[in-house]
T-cell receptor, first 113, second 114 residues
Framework: GNSVTQMEGPVTLSEEAFLTINCTYTATGYPSLFWYVQYPGEGLQLLLKATKADDKGSNKGFEATYRKETTSFHLEKGSVQVSDSAVYFCALSSDTGRRALTFGSGTRLQVQP | EADIYQTPRYLVIGTGKKITLECSQTMGHDKMYWYQQDPGMELHLIHYSYGVNSTEKGDLSSESTVSRIRTEHFPLTLESARPSHTSQYLC?????????????FGPGTRLTVL
């Protein structure tokens, strides 16, 4: 079956530091890949996505590239802000069937001023 | 901006009570989902709907039930709540017509069963 493995947290960074959150996946076929963000007390918001190999998703300074050869979709940001403190989830959906999301375990990011 | 709503946002009840968690979306999406988020943050699919009168169990076994009588409404019911049901419940929807379509999430209901 499908699975997603992501970097355990919490990750604590100083403001303006570089961020990488690793994510690897196992899936058959050609899944779509997503990063969702969850702020305290809220639901999940889509941060970015990629639907085929070598696609790069980007939003709000965050980027991730769909690497089929390494089955990875690492999240990066060049300069984090305090407002980026949240929990980040890597997820995939299959290319067939119900296309429900399979999530990683989430990584809590804390950015200190 | 996604329009998907969940009520109540927080619910504290005693063991044995029947509860219904409401989820509504105004986007006309055919596909709707319920996910359970445990205290360790992991999310698991517990129910899925393709459309009106079509529901399936998800990957994680759940004692809850769902119904889909109208496109916009996908309520979740627990007939007799127990402390093991304490969790956050997230509802989502997608139009399901394109590859890699986005799922939009509601704000969640945090349920505590005493």
């Amino acid at each position: 079956g499908n699975s997603v493995t992501q970097m355990e947290g919490p990750v604590t960074l100083s403001e303006e530091a570089f961020l990488t959150i690793n994510c690897t996946y196992t899936a058959t076929g050609y899944p779509s890949l997503f990063w969702y963000v969850q702020y305290p007390g809220e639901g999940l918001q889509l941060l970015l996505k990629a639907t085929k190999a070598d696609d790069k998703g980007s939003n709000k300074g965050f980027e991730a590239t769909y690497r089929k050869e390494t089955t990875s979709f690492h999240l990066e940001k060049g300069s984090v802000q305090v407002s980026d403190s949240a929990v980040y989830f890597c997820a995939l959906s299959s290319d067939t069937g119900r296309r429900a999301l399979t999530f990683g375990s989430g990584t809590r990011l804390q950015v200190q001023p | 901006e996604a329009d998907i709503y969940q009520t109540p946002r927080y619910l504290v009840i005693g063991t044995g009570k029947k509860i219904t968690l409401e989820c509504s979306q105004t986007m006309g999406h055919d596909k709707m989902y319920w996910y359970q988020q445990d205290p360790g943050m992991e999310l698991h699919l517990i129910h899925y709907s393709y459309g009106v009168n079509s529901t399936e169990k998800g990957d994680l076994s759940s004692e809850s039930t769902v119904s889909r009588i109208r496109t916009e409404h996908f309520p979740l019911t627990l007939e007799s709540a127990r402390p093991s049901h304490t969790s956050q419940y997230l509802c989502a929807s997608s139009d399901g017509t394109s590859y890699g379509d986005t799922q939009y999430f509601g704000p969640g209901t945090r349920l505590t069963v005493l």
